[in-house]
T-cell receptor, first 112, second 111 residues
């Protein structure tokens, strides 16, 4: 019963470095989401996907990229890390209208 | 577009007090509604949900009723505990594409 798995849990990046945050779900959910949560704030949608091969921008997509080559995986790429990207990142998936969204445990990213 | 509005926090209560956290929504159609809870340092967990008008979701003493006429889904608990201290998020899912969250309400319960 893995649900949504995010890796890594913690990461420190230097300005200008790149990294990929991994997200995988084993529930065969079509819809997947990436959110960021800044300290003391709510969730902001970065990107989402409604199925393999289909992605779309959310509220705050600048500085990020995503891909969805399989139903299970939805990685988030930071190409040139900036201090403004210091945040906690959550991946979520949802299977349909009457089902709940499942969240990963989050990745705490610090850019210095 | 679809949106969720939650009351500003923090909400500060003494143990055993009654809790209400207001949530109203704007949506086309008939979305499913959720309350999620986030304990310090953790991810979001589903607290309760309702999928159609007049449904009541309940869990761990918390309740919320899907009111289509007032477009509301207020969270209530009769007697809060210190362990209920967390951030509570109201959310809606219209059945396609985006899962929409409110800004979250922090609850602080003192002994």
């Amino acid at each position: 019963n893995a649900g949504v798995t995010q890796t890594p849990k913690f990461r420190i990046l230097k300005i200008g470095q790149s990294m990929t945050l991994q997200c995988a779900q084993d529930m065969n959910h079509n819809y997947m989401y990436w959110y960021r949560q800044d300290p003391g704030m709510g969730l902001k949608l970065i990107y989402y996907s409604v199925g393999a091969g289909i992605t779309d921008k959310g509220e705050v997509p600048n500085g990020y990229n995503v891909s969805r080559s399989t139903t299970e995986d939805f990685p988030l790429r930071l190409e040139l890390a900036a201090p403004s990207q210091t945040s906690v990142y959550f991946c979520a998936s949802i299977g349909g209208r009457n089902t709940e969204a499942f969240f990963g445990q989050g990745t705490r990213l610090t850019v210095v | 577009g679809d949106s969720v509005t939650q009351m500003e926090g923090p909400v500060t209560l003494s143990e055993e007090a009654f809790l209400t956290i207001n949530c109203t929504y704007t949506a086309t159609g008939y979305p499913s509604l959720f309350w999620y809870v986030q304990y310090p340092g953790e991810g979001l967990q589903l607290l309760l949900k309702a999928t159609k008008a007049d449904d009541k979701g309940s869990n761990k003493g918390f309740e919320a009723t899907y009111r289509k006429e007032t477009t509301s889904f207020h969270l209530e608990k009769g007697s809060v505990q210190v362990s209920d201290s967390a951030v509570y998020f109201c959310a809606l899912y219209p059945g396609f594409q985006k899962l929409v969250f409110g800004t979250g309400t922090r609850l602080l319960v003192s002994p």
